[in-house]
């Protein structure tokens, strides 16, 4: 188990001095290999609030996180001195979502080793790594000497997700990696949280808006509403399910246009299709 | 990083808060101008009074203004001690002498130990250390048995008791009447009557409107950059920047790497905001109308009298009239 919430509930309070209940009582475990997790929920429902409890960048007000064996919890500093919160956030990478928070050095190179060299790993070796890391995200090693300011939107995204990368983490989670992006950079960039997912069996946790994204690549979906966890399981059976109007969230393309043929031609497809192929084939059953 | 409120402002309904800014900003300065005016103790502690019995009359509570004084507080010392010790005249008030011997001088590092221990605990840190000196100071004088390795005598003047004292009441009547019109005015009352309070300095320059609105758009943008600041601690800590458990040397690197961002988003906010603003067809210099429109009414007119009679009596006790 790496990542366990045991009755977290989280509580801030805004520049008007009223008190926000970010998170009410949840309660997940994630496992450190082979997760594609997709979190969802519409805005201000403490998606993002969650994934820093990820990595003990925020405590919770009130229950635990265990994270790679470390519990961590309200007055973990008081009370456990010895503690060190610091390497957790190299275990669990979180990539912000937005780039303009964390971009800061001369040049992309010195920016990706940035993180590395923070958790001791040494400068060549963090170069090397920034080397691989920047053509996994789909630019190239000319990238490096330029400055982190005058790229585009999407090339700054891909850039801070090269600096997590560059990290090695066990666990990514990344807080909405395709907004900004065009669809071809979206669609490359989850191509390759695929691959991370698929041949280094790393849990991959992100948060979208995109249905599509959803039911296309995630293996489990957790949907947020209002702070509370309210749906944890599969993608099929979350869009079967009655409770999508009321937590806001609408359905993936395919599904809709399969209904939508059902409805209009008045058949009935044995099962729900999953990619256009598919919805070809069950077509083609029926006529 | 949450709790910190903008301005010092406290709601409440006494003719203070329902003054009009301009009136108050008015008034503040030529009650300043009166205790500025003033040059003798007893007429400053009459005018120290008259500022208690309209905080009595406004309905503001004194442990305010006390809060108010806090940071002032070390000055306030400052200028006490250095007066009272420094001013010379001619025949003295008291002196006592200071003497070091081996005994005292033990005691005294006794003193400073336990000082140095429970100062910690101490809520009121500055007002016992004040009070360790002190003690210190009677300790060497009364009590020097053994023979003395150092002397010192201090001597007190009447002259800088009353100088201190004067300048002190002085500091205080200042503060606490400033403290008056931020604890009752809006932060953003406060700068429209600010804007037309220095409208008259137009001829020579100094655009007020300009200003205030450099001002209220400050004023607006504190909670949005510390939100953003908070924001880019957390993304650079999730790079592994230690703000709590990290090396001193590290420091350093930490702070640029939280300051370049806040910089570039500041930029970045105020460009948005610019353009905005041309959006909406704001042009620098040009007559605007108001949704809070200010307004003068008799309690006004009352106060800025009252103003003026403190101020025409201060010169009048500079006069030789008043020493007749």
């Known amino acids: 188990m790496a990542i366990e919430f045991r009755g977290v509930n989280f509580h801030y309070k805004g520049m008007d001095q009223t008190d926000y209940h970010a998170l009410k009582d949840i309660n997940l475990k994630i496992e450190a290999k082979g997760e594609f997790i997709a979190l969802i929920g519409e805005t201000g429902s403490g998606k993002s609030t969650l994934v820093q409890h990820m990595n003990a960048l925020v405590r919770p007000t009130s229950g635990d996180v265990t994270i790679y064996g470390v519990k961590v919890y309200k007055d973990v500093k008081k009370k456990n001195t010895k503690v060190r919160l610091n390497p957790l956030r190299q275990k669990v990478g979180l990539v912000f979502q937005f780039p303009d928070y964390q971009l800061f050095e001369e040049t992309v190179q010195k920016d990706i080793i940035f993180g590395p060299k923070n958790f001791g790993v040494p400068e060549k070796e963090a170069i090397e790594r920034a080397k691989d890391v920047i053509k996994l995200v789909g630019l190239d090693e000319t990238y490096l000497e330029r400055s982190p300011f005058n790229l585009s939107g999407g090339e700054k995204k891909r850039v801070s997700i090269a600096g997590i990368l560059a990290m090695e983490p066990d666990i990514l989670v990344l807080d909405e990696p395709t907004s900004g992006l065009d669809p071809k950079g979206r669609d490359s960039l989850l191509q390759l949280f695929t691959d991370i997912h698929q041949k280094l069996g790393s849990t991959v946790v992100i948060i979208t808006h995109d249905m599509n994204i959803v039911y296309k690549y995630a293996n489990r979906v957790l949907v947020m509403n209002q702070g509370s966890l309210v749906y944890d399981g599969t993608a099929g059976k979350l869009f079967k399910s009655k409770h999508l109007e009321e937590w806001n969230l609408d359905l993936p393309e395919i599904i809709e246009i399969s209904r939508n043929l059902q409805e209009k031609l008045g058949i009935k497809f044995k099962e729900t299709p999953h990619s256009i192929d598919h919805l070809y084939e069950l077509i083609k059953e029926e006529l | ?324």
């Open chain 2, 1 to 324: 990083m949450n709790n910190i409120i903008i301005g010092q402002y406290v709601p409440g309904t006494s003719f203070l808060y329902r003054m009009d800014p301009r009136s108050k900003i008015l008034a503040l300065i030529v009650l300043m101008a009166s205790a500025f005016v003033i040059n003798d103790i007893e007429v400053m502690v009459g005018m120290l009074v008259v500022v208690l019995i309209i905080l009595k009359l406004g309905g503001i509570p004194i442990i305010r203004i006390l809060r108010g004084l806090k940071p002032v507080l070390i000055l306030l010392t400052f200028t006490f001690v250095f007066q009272l010790l420094f001013v010379k005249g001619e025949t003295t008030l008291f002196d006592f002498t200071m003497s070091l011997t081996p005994i005292n001088t033990a005691i005294m590092i006794a003193i400073i130990t336990l000082w140095w221990l429970i100062r910690k605990k101490v809520r009121t840190r500055f007002l016992f250390t004040i009070f360790t000196a002190a003690g210190i100071m009677t300790m060497l004088s009364l009590y020097s048995p053994g023979t003395s390795f150092s002397m010192s005598t201090v001597e007190i003047y009447p002259e800088g008791l009353y100088g201190a004292l004067y300048i002190m009441t002085r500091l205080i009547v200042i503060i606490t009447l400033s403290t008056i019109l931020t604890l009752t005015t809006k932060p953003t009352d406060l700068n429209l009557g600010l804007e037309k309070v220095l409208k008259p300095f137009k001829y020579i320059g100094l655009n007020a409107e300009e200003l205030a609105m450099i001002i209220s758009i400050a004023l607006r943008y504190i909670p949005t950059l510390l939100d953003e600041a908070n924001k880019i601690m957390l993304a650079q800590a999730s790079r592994g920047v230690d703000f709590s458990e990290g090396k001193f040397k590290d420091k350093v690197m930490q702070i640029i790497s939280l300051l370049v961002p806040m910089f570039i988003i500041s930029f970045k906010r105020s460009d948005e905001l610019a353009n905005a603003m041309e959006a909406r067809n704001f042009i620098p210099g040009k007559v605007r109308t108001r949704i809070h429109t200010l307004s003068w009414h008799t309690t006004d007119t009352y106060v800025m009298m009252f103003a003026f009679i403190m101020l025409a009596l201060a010169i009048f006790t500079r006069t030789s009239l008043w020493t007749l």
